[in-house]
C-alpha cells in the first residue's frame, strides 16, 4: 500500500515536470520578434530563468522519487521464454528483456524495409545525366557520369569560391567525388556526386564528426536535420542534365546562404525563433530566410 501511494505521488511529479517542460518549450519556441525593445527582451530572458530554475528543482524531486521505488518483479510474456526470468543468477535475469527488446526491434526493421521496399518499386525516375543522340535512325546513349576528376577539382576549387566557405574534395567511391564543404562556424555539408551531377546531400553541425564511413547519419540537431531536408528540395530544383556545371554552381550558392543561419530573422514573421527554431529555408531566388511554416504564406 506504501509502494502505491509512492507510485501515485511519482507519477503526479512527472505529470507535474512535463507541464512545467511543455510550458517553458512553449515560451523559447514564440521568441521574440526583432522589433520588441530591450526591456521586453530582458523580460523575456528573466522569466526563462524563472521556468528554468523551477523545471531543474522539480526534476530534481522526481529523481529523489524514482529512487525511493521498488522495482517490479513483473516480466512480460513471451511464450516459452519467460523461464528466461526464472534463472538465479541476476545477468541471466536480464536476457528476458533484451531478448523482447530485440524482437521488437526486429518488427519495426521489417516493417520498415517492406515500406522502403514497395516505395523505391514505385519509383521509376532515374536522375543520371545520359545524352541521347540519333544517327541514322539509330539511337546511341553517351553517358556522361565519370568526367575527368580534374574538371570536378577545378570546378571546386576555382570555378566556385564564396569567402564563407572551405571546400574539400575527395575520392573513396572510385571516380565519384564526395565534396565536403564547411560553411563559416556554422555547418557542415558533405556533397556525395555522380559525375558532376549531385545524388545525395548530408547536413550537420560544426561541432559534428563529418567521416567518409558515415555519410548517411543524420544530425543529431534537428535543426540541421530540418536544413538537410531543405537541401534536397534544393538540389531537385536546382537539377539540370543539360547545365550540370550551372546547376552545382546555383546549388552552392544557395547553400552557402545558410552562413548567417542564426543571425537573420524571418522575413514573413520578422522572428528569430519559431517553434524551436531558426529560419531553415531560404528562398530559391531571392535567398531571404523564413521559417518552414512562413515560406507558403
Given at each position: 500500500?506504501?509502494?502505491?501511494?509512492?507510485?501515485?505521488?511519482?507519477?503526479?511529479?512527472?505529470?507535474?515536470?512535463?507541464?512545467?517542460?511543455?510550458?517553458?518549450?512553449?515560451?523559447l519556441?514564440?521568441?521574440?520578434?526583432a522589433?520588441?525593445?530591450?526591456?521586453?527582451?530582458?523580460?523575456?530572458?528573466?522569466?526563462?530563468?524563472?521556468?528554468?530554475?523551477?523545471?531543474?528543482?522539480?526534476?530534481?524531486?522526481?529523481?529523489?522519487?524514482?529512487?525511493?521505488?521498488?522495482?517490479?518483479?513483473?516480466?512480460?510474456?513471451?511464450?516459452?521464454?519467460?523461464?528466461?526470468?526464472?534463472?538465479?543468477?541476476?545477468?541471466r535475469q536480464?536476457?528476458?528483456?533484451q531478448?523482447?527488446?530485440?524482437?521488437?526491434?526486429?518488427?519495426?526493421?521489417?516493417?520498415?524495409?517492406?515500406?522502403?521496399?514497395?516505395?523505391?518499386?514505385?519509383?521509376?525516375?532515374?536522375r543520371?545525366?545520359t545524352?541521347?543522340?540519333?544517327?541514322?535512325?539509330?539511337?546511341?546513349?553517351?553517358?556522361?557520369?565519370?568526367?575527368?576528376?580534374?574538371?570536378?577539382d577545378n570546378?571546386?576549387?576555382?570555378?566556385?569560391?564564396?569567402?564563407?566557405?572551405?571546400?574539400?574534395?575527395?575520392?573513396?567511391?572510385?571516380?565519384?567525388?564526395?565534396?565536403?564543404?564547411?560553411?563559416?562556424?556554422?555547418?557542415?555539408?558533405?556533397?556525395?556526386c555522380?559525375?558532376?551531377?549531385?545524388?545525395?546531400?548530408?547536413?550537420k553541425?560544426?561541432?559534428?564528426?563529418?567521416?567518409?564511413?558515415?555519410?548517411?547519419?543524420?544530425?543529431?540537431?534537428?535543426?540541421f536535420?530540418?536544413?538537410?531536408?531543405?537541401?534536397?528540395?534544393?538540389?531537385?530544383?536546382?537539377?539540370?542534365?543539360?547545365?550540370?556545371?550551372?546547376?552545382?554552381?546555383?546549388?552552392?550558392?544557395?547553400?552557402?546562404s545558410?552562413?548567417?543561419?542564426f543571425?537573420?530573422p524571418?522575413?514573413?514573421?520578422?522572428?528569430?525563433?519559431?517553434?524551436?527554431?531558426?529560419?531553415t529555408?531560404?528562398?530559391?531566388?531571392?535567398?531571404?530566410?523564413?521559417h518552414?511554416?512562413?515560406?507558403?504564406?
Amino acid at each position: 500500500m506504501a509502494n502505491m501511494e509512492k507510485l501515485n505521488a511519482t507519477l503526479n511529479a512527472v505529470k507535474s515536470l512535463r507541464s512545467s517542460v511543455r510550458q517553458c518549450f512553449e515560451q523559447l519556441a514564440d521568441g521574440t520578434a526583432a522589433e520588441q525593445t530591450e526591456d521586453n527582451r530582458t523580460k523575456f530572458l528573466v522569466e526563462f530563468q524563472e521556468n528554468y530554475s523551477h523545471i531543474n528543482q522539480q526534476l530534481r524531486e522526481v529523481e529523489t522519487l524514482i529512487n525511493g521505488l521498488q522495482p517490479s518483479l513483473v516480466s512480460s510474456y513471451l511464450g516459452n521464454t519467460t523461464y528466461l526470468a526464472q534463472e538465479i543468477t541476476q545477468d541471466r535475469q536480464a536476457m528476458y528483456s533484451q531478448l523482447v527488446n530485440s524482437y521488437k526491434w526486429i518488427d519495426k526493421v521489417h516493417e520498415h524495409s517492406l515500406l522502403a521496399f514497395n516505395n523505391l518499386n514505385l519509383n521509376n525516375l532515374r536522375r543520371s545525366y545520359t545524352y541521347c543522340s540519333q544517327k541514322r535512325g539509330r539511337v546511341q546513349y553517351t553517358s556522361c557520369n565519370n568526367p575527368d576528376p580534374e574538371f570536378i577539382d577545378n570546378l571546386f576549387y576555382n570555378d566556385i569560391s564564396h569567402t564563407n566557405t572551405i571546400y574539400e574534395v575527395c575520392r573513396q567511391f572510385s571516380s565519384n567525388a564526395v565534396v565536403f564543404a564547411t560553411i563559416s562556424h556554422v555547418l557542415k555539408a558533405a556533397i556525395i556526386c555522380k559525375g558532376v551531377l549531385i545524388e545525395w546531400v548530408t547536413v550537420k553541425g560544426y561541432d559534428e564528426p563529418m567521416e567518409i564511413d558515415d555519410l548517411w547519419t543524420e544530425s543529431r540537431y534537428e535543426v540541421f536535420r530540418k536544413v538537410q531536408e531543405h537541401t534536397h528540395s534544393a538540389m531537385l530544383h536546382f537539377f539540370s542534365p543539360t547545365q550540370p556545371e550551372l546547376a552545382v554552381k546555383s546549388f552552392m550558392t544557395w547553400l552557402n546562404s545558410y552562413s548567417k543561419l542564426f543571425l537573420e530573422p524571418c522575413k514573413r514573421c520578422g522572428k528569430y525563433v519559431s517553434n524551436g527554431l531558426p529560419p531553415t529555408w531560404r528562398d530559391l531566388r531571392t535567398l531571404e530566410p523564413f521559417h518552414e511554416e512562413c515560406k507558403n504564406c
